[in-house]
């Protein structure tokens, strides 16, 4: 059990770093530098003039997506020691949010046909990619709860450090403040902006943390405690 609990942490550990690598690649870098808010003239000839650069940034996107699987099936491996069910119903709350993010994704694979097409319309582009946004933004209220799922299992857990076990509350909490809002008051944008900026700090340093971690000592220490949950047949 304690190889098999090894090997699952390090392939959570090493999908959480890509994932993160591919999202300040394909969010950070191409997007943010492409799109340009409130301007579909300005961004569909940015886009035109660098259709390679965007696709780059669509696979990006489809790394974030086979990653996040990838890490939904490991931790609930991983974690299934502390609490069969509660591992499962969190794996299965992030397959979901993988969902909602494929759905997204597609959107941009919509503009980057567009840039290939003759019939191009800067304002259906603008479209797709607010679209793109809206949904990806609807999928973060849902892994904010399976941040709050991974905050219970580590504090149920006698060998993930606590304060880590708390700091994925607290992500999840933010996760889940911030993009409600973001849906139900879209008129307050400017503040929910400031918001997020403030509370970017855990938001980001919970899922690093614990991908530091399990590549370092996930699966190397204590064994769980008598009573505690276990891997259900297949998680073997």
């Not at 699987?69 to 069969?84: E, N, P």
Request: glycine share 10%; hydrophobic share 55%; charged share 10%.
């Amino acid at each position: 059990m304690k190889n098999s609990n090894r090997k699952d942490a390090i392939v959570a550990g090493v999908s959480l770093i890509v994932m993160a690598l591919a999202a300040g690649y394909a969010y950070g870098y191409v997007q943010s530098s492409l799109v340009v808010v409130g301007n579909p003239a300005a961004t569909l000839t940015n886009l035109n003039n660098t259709p390679g650069l965007f696709g780059s940034g669509v696979i990006g996107w489809f790394i974030i997506l086979i990653t996040d699987l990838l890490v939904a099936w490991s931790l609930y491996r991983f974690f299934a020691q502390v609490d069969a069910k509660i591992s499962i119903a969190t794996g299965l709350v992030r397959a979901v949010y993988s969902a909602i993010l494929g759905f997204a994704i597609f959107h941009l694979v919509g503009v980057w046909q567009m840039l290939f097409s003759t019939n191009q319309e800067a304002v259906t582009v603008m479209n797709l990619v607010a679209g793109f946004e809206k949904y990806w933004s609807l999928g973060l209220i849902v892994f904010g709860v399976h941040l709050l799922g991974l905050g219970y299992l580590s504090l149920k857990s006698n060998f993930v450090p606590k304060w880590m076990g708390w700091l994925l509350h607290i992500a999840g909490l933010c996760y889940m403040g911030i993009h409600s809002a973001k849906a139900m008051a879209p008129q307050a944008a400017d503040t929910i902006a400031m918001a997020e900026m403030i509370l970017g700090a855990p938001m980001a340093i919970a899922e690093m943390a614990l991908a530091v971690w399990l590549i370092w000592k996930g699966g190397k220490s204590k064994r769980p405690l008598p009573g505690q949950g276990h891997p259900m047949p297949f998680a073997s």
